[in-house]
């Protein structure tokens, strides 16, 4: 079965301090994967997806077949980095899977 | 660029009755999608639109749920009857085509209480 898995519901750091937000995914094949972010009163938005490999707001994400594991990571955060975080799979044409997603805090 | 529009935002109502929602894509996004947020989960896809045929709507309660897309622009989605478990928030988005190459645009959503 098709499935992501966020084993965190809250994540809370200090600022400046390393984030790690946690994805695992379970599907038979090569799967896209994407993290998406939702700002407190905003859309749910896209952040990055693993095709692209590029680093958004300092956050990357790297694909780890072997795991089966897409975790998210920024060296420092900031404050502004406060918000839900959501990962999320698309198999061969098929539209998204989320995650339950992750809340970070993070506080000065 | 004007993003996703929904209406309404908030709507309360008692279960066993009806309720519509619409939602207007962004300017020739071919592709629609009307998801499901039950609070605490992540968004569920309930029915996706490739123009104004339907790609997936495996998950779509049919007994009560409802969607269409004439002319290929907006899209309404009905629940009739409602019941409490749908209470949630109902979030339409767009991509300019189908698969996952293509990013999907989130409109802000509707929050649908059913008491």
């Known amino acids: 079965a098709q499935r992501v898995t966020q084993p965190e519901k809250l994540l809370s750091v200090f600022k400046g301090a390393p984030v790690e937000l946690k994805c695992n995914y379970s599907?038979?094949?090569?799967?896209?994967l994407f993290w998406y972010v939702q700002y407190s009163r905003q859309r749910l938005q896209l952040l990055l997806r693993?095709?692209s490999r590029e680093s958004i707001k300092g956050f990357t994400a790297d694909l780890n077949k072997g795991e089966t594991s897409f975790h998210l990571k920024k060296p420092f955060a900031q404050e502004e980095d406060s918000a839900m975080y959501y990962c999320?799979?698309?198999?061969?044409?098929?539209?998204?899977?989320f995650g339950k997603g992750t809340t970070l805090s993070v506080s000065s | 660029e004007a993003g996703v529009a929904q209406s309404p935002r908030y709507k309360i109502i008692e279960k066993r009755q009806s309720v519509a929602f619409w939602c207007n894509p962004i300017?020739?996004?071919?592709?629609l999608y009307w998801y499901q947020q039950i609070l605490g989960q992540g968004p569920k896809l309930l029915i996706q639109?490739?123009?104004?045929?339907?790609?997936?709507d495996s998950q779509l309660p049919k007994d009560r749920f409802s969607a269409e897309r004439l002319k290929g622009v907006d899209s309404t989605l009905k629940i009739q009857p409602a019941k409490l478990e749908d209470s949630a928030v109902y979030l339409c988005?767009?991509?300019?085509?189908?698969?996952?190459?293509?990013?999907?645009?989130f409109g802000p959503g509707t929050r649908l209480t059913v008491l």
């Open positions: 988005a767009s991509s300019l085509a189908g698969g996952s190459m293509s990013e999907q645009f």
């Open positions: 599907y038979s094949g090569s799967p896209e």
């Open positions: 693993h095709i």
């Open positions: 999320a799979l698309s198999g061969a044409g098929t539209a998204l899977i």
């Open positions: 300017s020739g996004h071919a592709t």
């Open positions: 639109f490739q123009n104004n045929g339907v790609v997936d």
